[in-house]
C-alpha cells in the first residue's frame, strides 16, 4: 500500500467509531470517487483545527474571541446555564426553548482526573457572577456522582454572589416504565417526588 | 480467573474505547482492580451503566485476566446511598485517597471495611471533618502505616493530654512548645486513637493539619487534587 494511503488511514481512526476497516472504506471512497469533497473535508477541518479556540465568556468553542451565542443582543443576560461540554450545550438548545447564556465547564469536578477549580475556569465564572447582570444560575451537569459535587460547589458559588441557583431535574425517563429503571435512578426520582399543581 | 459476588465500590471511572468504561473498584478481597465494564456507555447499557456510580455498595461478577479484569455482572448489594453537598465532595476525597495510597490487586480487607462503614456515616454526618480523619487513620493502619497515638516518640512515654506535640510521619508524636504552627495537643491524639470526636473545633482543625502533613509524606510530598476542592467549598457557609 502507498504510504500516503497508509497515513491516511491511519489518521481516519481518530475519529469515534472508526477502526481499522471503516478507515480503509473512507480513504478508497474519497480517493475514487470524491476527490473534489475530499479536499473541501481537508480544508474544512485544517481550519477548523486551527481556529476555533474557546470563547473568552463562556468557554465553548469559537474562532473569535466572543462567541456569537454571549456576542447576541437577543439572548436573556440573567440566566447562565453550567453544561460540562460543548455536546450538551448543542443538546440543551436543540431540546429546549432556552434563551439565556451558558457557561462551558470542559469537565467536571474529579479530583482523580486532576480536574479542579482551575481547570473548569471557575475563576472565569466567579468572575461573570460578579457582574451583577445574572439572576439565575442553571446547573445542567450530568446526574453522576461528580456532576452532582459540581453543582453542588457551583451553588455554592452562586449563593455567595446573591445569585439563585437551579439544578434540571432528573428522574424516570418520558416513556419508562417504573420495572425497567434502574434502582438509582428510582431512588432518586423518588426522593425528588413533586407536589401535583 | 473468575470473580463471583465480590463485595466492592467503583471508585472512579472514565470512558474506554467506543462504548466502555473503565473503572477503578476497591474490592473486599483482591484491593483495588481497574476493571473494564464494556458496552455500558450505549443505550442498551445505561441500566447498567446507572449502576456504576461510586458510593454505592455492589456485588461485582469479574473475570480477571491480567492487568485488567472484565465486568460480567454488578448488581446493588443494598439501598443506593446517596452522598449530596459536601459529604459527595468528602466521598471524593475518599476514593482519590484510596487510588493514591493503595496499588492494584493489594487486598486491604481492613480497609475495604473502613471504607464500607465510612460511607454512610458521610451520608449521616453534618459535617464531613472527623469521619474523614477517622478513615485517614484506619486506611493508614491498613496500609501499614499506622499512627502512634497512645506513646510520645521521644521517649515512649504516654502521651500528656495536656502537651503539645508535632507529629512527624516516620517518628510519631515529638513535643513541641504550643505556640509551633503544626502543634497539636495530646488531649486531640489521644481522642483521635480512641475513636473519640476532639473536644472543640481547634483539635479538629489540627488534626487535619497533621493528617494532611502524614499524607503527604506517604505520597512523596505530592498533593491530594480533593485538598485544594475541600478547602475552597468547606470554608464557604
Ligand atoms: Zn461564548
Known amino acids: ?197 | 480467573m473468575g470473580i463471583d459476588q465480590q463485595p466492592g465500590y467503583v471508585l472512579h471511572l472514565r470512558a474506554y474505547r467506543e462504548t466502555s468504561l473503565l473503572l477503578e473498584c476497591l474490592t473486599r478481597d483482591h484491593g483495588r482492580l481497574g476493571v473494564v465494564a464494556r458496552g455500558v456507555r450505549s443505550a442498551r447499557g445505561q441500566a447498567l451503566r446507572a449502576q456504576l456510580e461510586p458510593f454505592q455498595p455492589l456485588l461485582l461478577d469479574l473475570l480477571a485476566r491480567g492487568e485488567l479484569a472484565t465486568l460480567r455482572s454488578a448488581e446493588p448489594a443494598g439501598l443506593p446511598l446517596r452522598l449530596s453537598g459536601n459529604a459527595g465532595l468528602a466521598g471524593l476525597y475518599l476514593n482519590e485517597l484510596v487510588v493514591r495510597l493503595t496499588g492494584r490487586q493489594d487486598p486491604h480487607p481492613a480497609l475495604f471495611e473502613a471504607y464500607a462503614q465510612t460511607l454512610p456515616r458521610l451520608a449521616a454526618a453534618e459535617s464531613p471533618g472527623w469521619q474523614l480523619r477517622r478513615f485517614e487513620r484506619d486506611l493508614l493502619a491498613a496500609i501499614g502505616y499506622a499512627l502512634q497515638l497512645e506513646f510520645d516518640a521521644d521517649g515512649g512515654e504516654p502521651l500528656d493530654p495536656q502537651a503539645h506535640y508535632r507529629y512527624q510521619a516516620e517518628l510519631g508524636a515529638c513535643r513541641c512548645g504550643p505556640g509551633e504552627a503544626a502543634a497539636v495537643r495530646g488531649a486531640d491524639l489521644l481522642a483521635l486513637g480512641q475513636d473519640r470526636v476532639p473536644g472543640d473545633a481547634r483539635g479538629l482543625q489540627s488534626l487535619r493539619r497533621m493528617m494532611r502533613e502524614v499524607i503527604r509524606f506517604h505520597l512523596g510530598g505530592a498533593e491530594l487534587r480533593s485538598w485544594q476542592v475541600l478547602a475552597a467549598a468547606m470554608t464557604r457557609p
Open chain 1, 1 to 197: 500500500m502507498s504510504k500516503l494511503l497508509g497515513e491516511l488511514i491511519e489518521a481516519l481512526r481518530c475519529l469515534p467509531g472508526v477502526g481499522a476497516k471503516s478507515a480503509q472504506r473512507m480513504a478508497f471512497h474519497l480517493l475514487e470517487r470524491e476527490r473534489e469533497r475530499g479536499l473541501k473535508l481537508a480544508g474544512a477541518l485544517d481550519q477548523a483545527m486551527r481556529q476555533i479556540g474557546n470563547c473568552t465568556r463562556c468557554r465553548n468553542f469559537s474562532e473569535t474571541p466572543v462567541c456569537t451565542l454571549c456576542a447576541s443582543t437577543t439572548r436573556d443576560r440573567h440566566t447562565l446555564c453550567v453544561v460540562e461540554t460543548p455536546t450538551e450545550l448543542a443538546a440543551i438548545e436543540q431540546a429546549t426553548g432556552y434563551r439565556g447564556q451558558y457557561f462551558v465547564l470542559l469537565g467536571r469536578l474529579s479530583p482523580l482526573d486532576g480536574l479542579g477549580p482551575q481547570e473548569l475556569g471557575l475563576g472565569l465564572l466567579a468572575e461573570r457572577l460578579g457582574e451583577g447582570e445574572i439572576e439565575e444560575l442553571i446547573l445542567a451537569t450530568n446526574p453522576t456522582v461528580e456532576g452532582e459535587a459540581t453543582a453542588h460547589y457551583l451553588a455554592q458559588l452562586a449563593r455567595a454572589a446573591g445569585i439563585r441557583p437551579t439544578r434540571l431535574s432528573h428522574g424516570v425517563p418520558l416513556g419508562g416504565e417504573l420495572e425497567f429503571v434502574d434502582r438509582g435512578t428510582l431512588a432518586h426520582a423518588f426522593g425528588s417526588r413533586q407536589a401535583l399543581e
